[in-house]
């Protein structure tokens, strides 16, 4: 089955550092590629997302590339700031026609100080 | 309102209650989810519908039974819960057309506690 694989949190970066959150992942077939964030007290919201290899997805100066020979999908950013604090998840989805079935990773706690 | 909204946003309950989380999208989306985000663990999906029809049903216990009265609304009633179904329980809301994989979007969710 599906399965995808994040980073272990937390992690703790000083403003303006450089993030990478890596993730990797198995799936049968070509599926999309998310990353999704989830700030304290909210829902997820989708971050960026890539649905074919080599794709860029681009977003608040996060990037990740869909990387299919290493089937990595990591997520960078080269200067963090503090309100970039908060859970980030990496997701895949199969092709269904009932239903996108997403694939969560567990997430990486990201914690930005000042 | 927009995008897709959830109530109540915290509830505490003792095992015997009977309870409904409710759920509503105003995106015009034509398939809902309901999952549970425990604390350390991954999201779980637990039920999906499409088009008004449930098409999954994750294993989940007797005790969470789900609603889709239109394709805008969806229910999740509770009752005779366990402390260990403290959870987040997120709705979320997509747009399913002809295989292509779409993203998800998320309500804020429902923080439960049993007691």
């Known amino acids: 089955g599906n399965s995808v694989t994040q980073m272990e949190g937390p992690v703790t970066l000083s403003e303006e550092a450089f993030l990478t959150i890596n993730c990797t992942y198995t799936a049968t077939g070509y599926p999309s590629l998310f990353w999704y964030v989830q700030y304290p007290g909210e829902g997820l919201q989708l971050l960026l997302k890539?649905?074919?290899?080599?794709d860029k997805g681009s977003n608040k100066g996060f990037e990740a590339t869909y990387r299919k020979e290493t089937t990595s999908f990591h997520l960078e950013k080269g200067s963090v700031q503090v309100s970039d604090s908060a859970v980030y998840f990496c997701a895949l989805s199969d092709e269904e026609t009932s239903g996108s079935r997403l694939t969560f990773g567990e997430g990486t706690q990201l914690t930005v100080n000042p | 309102e927009t995008g897709v909204t959830q109530t109540p946003r915290h509830l505490v309950m003792g095992m015997t209650n009977k309870k409904s989380l409710k759920c509503e999208q105003h995106l015009g989306h034509n398939a809902m989810y309901w999952y549970k985000q425990s604390a350390k663990k991954p999201l779980e999906l637990m039920f999906v519908y499409s088009l008004e029809e449930r098409v999954e049903n994750n294993s989940v216990p007797s005790r969470f039974s789900p609603e889709c009265p239109n394709s805008s609304h969806l229910f999740l009633h509770l009752h005779t819960l366990q402390p260990e179904d403290s959870a987040l329980y997120l709705c979320?809301?997509?747009?399913?057309?002809?295989?292509?994989?779409?993203?998800?979007?998320f309500g804020p969710g429902t923080r439960l506690t049993v007691l």
């Open positions: 979320a809301s997509s747009q399913v057309s002809g295989g292509a994989p779409h993203e998800q979007f």
């Open positions: 890539a649905t074919k290899a080599d």
